[in-house]
C-alpha cells in the first residue's frame, strides 16, 4: 500500500487497489478538535460506511449530529498492545490527531486528516468549553495554536514515513463551500462505492458558525502539553 499523502493524480490508483466489497483497511478520520470530524464521520456513514462508535458520547449543542466517537480509542494513550484495532477493518473511527502515533505497526490506515482556518478552531472550542462549563486563561488560548500546528505539522511527517498508512488532507472551510468535489476526493481514496450524493447532502452551512474575520498571528514555539490538556477539557481524552 502506497504511504503518504495523495494528490488528485494518484487518487483513482489508489482507489482502484480496493475491492469495492471489502475494505481491508481501517478507515480514520483526525485532526484538531473542531475541525469537522464528526462531520466527516457521519457523511462516511451516510455514504455507506460502517463506523465504530458506542454511542457514550450524546449530541448536544456543539455537535448536533452527534459526535460518533470510540471511547475504547482512548486507551492508545498507552503503550500496551491494541488487538481490538486490527478489527475495525472496513470502518471508519475518529481518533485525536496526538494518538495516531499509536496506530498498531502493520495495520493498513487510511487517515482522513481534516484542517480548518486556525482562527476558527480556539473560536469553536472556546463556545464549546462554555457550554461545557469550562474557563481557561487568555495565555493558555493563546498557545493553543502554534502548540496544534506544531504538533499537525509533526504528525504528519511522521504518517508520511509510516509503510501501510496513506492519508488524505481536508480543509474544513473548502468542504462547507463545495462538498462534492471533497465527497469524490474521500470515495476514490477509500475504494469507491459510497454515495457521494448522500455525503455531500450532510454538508450544511449551518454546520459554519465560527468563522474567521481577519488574518491570526501564529506565533513560532508551542507546547504540546496545551494540546492534551484542551483536548481532556474538551471530552475528546
Same mark, same amino acid.
Given at each position: ?6 494528490? +488528485? *493524480? ?24 473542531? *475541525? ?12 455507506? +460506511? ?29 503503550? *500496551? ?42 473560536? *469553536? ?17 493563546? %498557545? ?54 448522500? +455525503? %455531500? %447532502? ?36
Amino acid at each position: 500500500m502506497p504511504r503518504g499523502n495523495f494528490d +488528485m *493524480s494518484n487518487l483513482a490508483a489508489c482507489g482502484a487497489r480496493v475491492s469495492v466489497n471489502k475494505r481491508t483497511f481501517v478507515t480514520v478520520v483526525s485532526g484538531p478538535p473542531r *475541525s469537522g470530524t464528526s462531520m466527516i464521520m457521519q457523511m462516511l456513514q451516510s455514504g455507506g +460506511m460502517p463506523i465504530a462508535s458506542d454511542g457514550i458520547r450524546q449530541p448536544d449543542e456543539s455537535s448536533p449530529g452527534g459526535y460518533f466517537e470510540l471511547e475504547r480509542v482512548e486507551s492508545l494513550q498507552h503503550s *500496551s498492545p491494541h488487538p481490538w484495532f486490527r478489527e475495525l477493518h472496513g470502518r471508519a473511527v475518529k481518533i485525536p490527531y496526538v494518538l495516531l502515533y499509536r496506530l498498531p505497526a502493520g495495520c493498513p490506515c487510511r487517515i482522513i486528516f481534516m484542517g480548518r482556518h486556525w482562527g476558527e478552531i480556539p473560536a *469553536s472550542q472556546q463556545v464549546m468549553l462554555k457550554r461545557n462549563g469550562v474557563t481557561t486563561t487568555p495565555s493558555h488560548d493563546e %498557545a493553543l495554536v502554534p502548540a496544534s500546528r506544531d504538533g499537525i505539522v509533526q504528525v504528519k511527517e511522521w504518517l508520511a514515513a509510516q509503510p501501510e498508512k496513506a492519508m488524505l488532507s481536508l480543509d474544513y472551510n473548502e468542504l462547507i463551500h463545495d462538498a462534492h468535489p471533497h465527497c469524490e476526493k474521500m470515495n476514490l481514496f477509500l475504494g469507491g462505492a459510497l454515495d457521494v450524493d448522500r +455525503m %455531500a %447532502a450532510v454538508v450544511g452551512a449551518s454546520l459554519y458558525r465560527q468563522r474567521q474575520t481577519g488574518l491570526v498571528e501564529e506565533p513560532t514555539v508551542g507546547d504540546e502539553r496545551i494540546v492534551w490538556q484542551r483536548l481532556k477539557d474538551l471530552g475528546y481524552l
